[in-house]
């Protein structure tokens, strides 16, 4: 099987939007708070990742609701509040700062979350 272009770079760069997640989230875990390196690697990913979502819906025979588009939409959502919920705490109270062990549970959540979405999708390519 040939991969369409469209997909090939889709692939591409869902599989960027998984490093700079991994870079973001494995340094606030480790060092548990926030700083402006890891929120520019997390808004990278978020973006890599609406950028590859948009060419799969477009490359997409289906209309988008699919078990795997229902739990890679969910899964950006979630990476995507996870940032929102960041970048408040970094506003409010500067960089540096410790992450509240709930918002810090939370990003463990969405990373785990996007990894079984990002796995699950890479399962149905290979395994066409």
Do not use: C
Request: net charge positive; charged share 15%; hydrophobic share 55%.
């Amino acid at each position: 099987m040939i991969m369409k272009p469209i997909i090939m770079v889709a692939s591409t760069v869902v599989t960027l939007a998984l490093i700079f997640y991994s870079i973001a989230i494995i340094t606030e875990q480790r060092k548990k708070i926030i700083n402006n390196f890891i929120l520019t690697f997390l808004v990278i990913g978020v973006l890599f990742d609406i950028s590859a979502t948009i060419m799969m819906i477009i490359r997409s025979s289906k209309n988008g609701v699919t078990f795997h588009g229902l739990l890679g939409y969910s899964a950006l959502t979630v990476m995507l509040i996870d940032a929102i919920l960041l970048m408040r705490l970094k506003a409010k109270e500067g960089t540096g700062v410790e992450v509240p062990k709930p918002l810090h549970m939370y990003s463990r959540f969405a990373y785990a979350w996007w990894v079984i979405a990002y796995v699950t999708g890479t399962l149905i390519v290979v395994l066409r």
